[in-house]
């Protein structure tokens, strides 16, 4: 079966500074991994994907996320925060094989705010 | 412009009262979902649909119903078995591999009075 476990709920940094938002997955078959954006009272966007090939995603808006198989992991990061990051943000990982192969789990989200 | 519509973006229920939620989407999209979504408990699965005329239920099922008649539409009513409906909902389609960017609409959110 497959899971995500974001760490940490709430994450403040100041602007200007590094974002690091955390994500560790199982899964009992090659993980195909999501990290979406949320703004307030609005839809899910997707920032980036991991699928095949490089481990290190670059994604809109310049975040970023490596996948480290060794440690299941797949954290999102960006050097410098700005103010317009402040929003939610989810990982998510592909479900198995078969009639549900589409689907996403997700994690509980983490959401970021950003001090002037 | 390709995407998806969900509409109303907000609805207000009476208790003992059904309602529909609608999705419509398209980007020639095979497979859509909805999703419900609370403070702190992140996205939670209702029912998805790969293909029309066939829906499967999701880790949430009870008190709600879907349909899929058509490839664009995948609304959801929440019926008055639902105790606790009051949640923001979000639906999303995408081509259904396991590759694929699950794409969402705008979302509506519930609140019963």
């Known amino acids: 079966a497959q899971s995500v476990t974001q760490l940490g709920s709430h994450v403040s940094v100041s602007e200007g500074a590094l974002v690091l938002l955390r994500c560790n997955y199982s899964?009992?078959?090659?993980?195909?991994l999501f990290w979406y954006v949320q703004y307030p009272n609005q839809g899910l966007q997707l920032l980036l994907k991991?699928?095949?090939?490089?481990?290190l995603v670059k994604g809109i808006n310049g975040f970023e996320a490596e996948f480290k198989k060794s440690e299941t992991s797949f954290h999102l990061t960006k050097p410098s925060a700005h103010m317009s990051d402040a929003a939610e943000y989810f990982c998510a990982v592909s479900a198995g094989y078969g009639g549900s192969q589409g689907n996403l789990i997700f994690g509980k989200g983490t959401k970021l705010s950003v001090k002037p | 412009d390709g995407g998806i519509t969900q509409s109303p973006k907000y609805l207000f229920r009476k208790e003992g009262q059904n309602v529909t939620l609608s999705c419509e989407q398209n980007l020639n999209h095979d497979a859509m979902y909805w999703y419900r979504q609370d403070p702190g408990q992140g996205l939670r699965l209702i029912y998805y649909?790969?293909?029309?005329?066939?829906?499967q239920k999701g880790d949430i099922a009870e008190g709600y119903s879907v349909s899929r008649e058509k490839k664009e539409s995948f609304p959801l009513t929440v019926t008055s078995a639902q105790k606790n409906p009051t949640a923001f909902y979000l639906c999303?389609?995408?081509?259904?591999?396991?590759?694929?960017?699950?794409?969402f609409g705008p979302g509506t959110r519930l609140t019963v009075l």
């Open positions: 991991y699928t095949t090939g490089a481990t």
């Open positions: 999303a389609s995408s081509i259904g591999r396991r590759t694929d960017t699950q794409y």
């Open positions: 899964s009992s078959v090659p993980p195909y």
């Open positions: 649909s790969q293909i029309v005329n066939d829906f």
